[in-house]
């Protein structure tokens, strides 16, 4: 048969070119700072997860150095195997301390956590029920089990119950609520002291990605756990040290039981190679900062309820957003486009989100606030959102 086999490579790239949905890569040329320097112009960064800037702090900085210094670039080998360095161990010790759990354990990436845990938290006999707006990396960890899968109108805790009534009446083996904590596209938050609760009455396993919500929302930024007084009694919460601890990792906090059968059974953690020490040296700054300076998640708060306010104020609709995420919806993917595109010529790094990640008609420029921000960079960008929005008919 005369087939090309890698033809469909261009095809389909330069159909999402024609399409306008190809990612163009706007390139960093300086740390990711409040200032950053993005394809050689100066621009507030408004689109980076870094939200308490401290992928710049000199402490994690220092820490990082420090333990590359003494164990090296990398760590030679998979956590279950030679790659286990003490260094990963107080990681885990110092972040169950902090988030006020028995135990935790540390993955590659967030990503790697929920591919590597959700599938062997579940399997044939067993239902998912998950968030309809649930992020994409949770949809795949999903994709990778035998479990049935049933979804519930975002943020619905009456249709979850639904669903947890006929799960129960089919007699599942095991039940597992999966929920994003902070959801990224819209920065509202799942109640996760209701879920806690139906879960309780319905013998359900309940499991939190709290990637946004690390660092950022409950008390000195312990997370959704913290956020609603119920610390301990999320069977799995998830999160990332890649944006509000500034550094990379997946992190999950529970119990010991829970991270014994970790250990053991999840095979992104068995099977890929460990932190190296630089990582786990800023991992471990990066939760002795959040203990000891609370300036970071006070300063994001202040900027975030600042620059909503005001951009509510000059008639913007910022959907219902209760964080740091702080969505600028304005309609078609065109617009959103046209925005962004100006807000940086402007001095503005915001990027938008269309269809499909969103529904069409609700393209945006979604905002992430930074607490490196100062009162006068915040007037700028809002000086720049408010002329542009002037002009192409937002507002
Ligand atoms: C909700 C959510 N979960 C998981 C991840 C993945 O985290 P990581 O960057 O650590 O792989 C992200 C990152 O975009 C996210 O937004």
């Known amino acids: 048969m005369n087939r ?15 399409k306008d949905l190809d990612w163009k890569l706007r390139i960093l040329e300086s740390g990711s700072t409040p200032h950053s320097i993005v394809d050689g112009k100066e621009s507030i960064m408004l689109c980076s997860n870094n939200y308490l800037n401290l992928s710049n702090h000199p402490r994690l900085i220092q820490s990082a150095v420090d333990a590359a210094k003494k164990f090296g670039a990398g760590s030679g080998s998979v956590r279950a195997i030679a790659g286990t360095m003490k260094l990963h161990m107080d990681v885990e010790k110092r972040l169950a301390q902090f988030k006020r759990t028995e135990s935790s ?78 959801f990224s596209m819209d920065g509202d938050i799942a109640p996760m002291d209701k879920i806690v609760k139906l879960a309780t009455e319905y013998g359900a396993m309940t499991y939190v990605d709290d990637a946004h919500g690390e660092g950022v929302i409950g008390p000195d930024g312990r997370g959704i756990g913290a956020h609603f007084g119920i610390e301990g009694k999320i069977d799995v919460e998830m999160g990332t040290f890649s944006k509000a601890y500034g550094v990379v990792g997946g992190l999950i906090a529970g119990s010991q039981d829970l991270v014994n059968f970790a250990y053991n059974k999840s095979r992104t953690w068995l099977l890929s190679g460990s932190h190296p020490p630089a990582v786990a040296g800023a991992q471990l700054a990066a939760i002795d900062v959040l203990e000891t300076e609370p300036k970071h998640v006070k300063n994001l708060w202040d900027n975030t309820k600042y620059f909503k306010k005001e951009l509510k104020a ?46 069409r008609d609700k393209a945006r420029i979604r905002t992430m606030m930074n607490a490196g921000l100062t009162k006068k960079d915040l007037d700028f960008a809002l000086d720049k959102f408010e002329k542009l929005g002037t002009s192409l008919g937002i507002l």
């Not at 591919?115 to 399997?123: E, F, K, S």
């Not at 990396?137 to 009456?158: E, M, N, P």
């Open 105 to 182: 354990l540390i993955y590659q990436t967030g990503f790697a956590a929920n591919a590597g845990l959700i599938p062997q938290l579940v399997g044939k006999g067993d239902i998912i029920i998950s968030d309809e707006l649930n992020h994409g990396s949770i949809i795949d960890g999903v994709r990778l089990t035998k479990a049935d899968r049933a979804v519930y109108k975002h943020c619905d805790v009456g249709e979850l119950e639904k669903v947890l009534k006929e799960a129960d009446k089919k007699k599942y083996r095991r039940i597992l609520i999966i929920t994003d904590g902070v």
């Open 314 to 359: 000059m008639g913007f609709d910022t959907g219902h957003s209760e964080t740091p995420i702080t969505p600028v919806i304005v309609g078609e993917s065109s617009k959103a486009k046209e925005l962004s595109d100006e807000l940086f010529k402007e001095g503005v790094f915001a990027l938008p989100i269309v269809f499909p990640m969103v529904a």
């Open 4 to 18: 090309n086999p890698t033809a469909f490579l261009k095809e389909e790239y330069e159909e999402l070119v024609e």
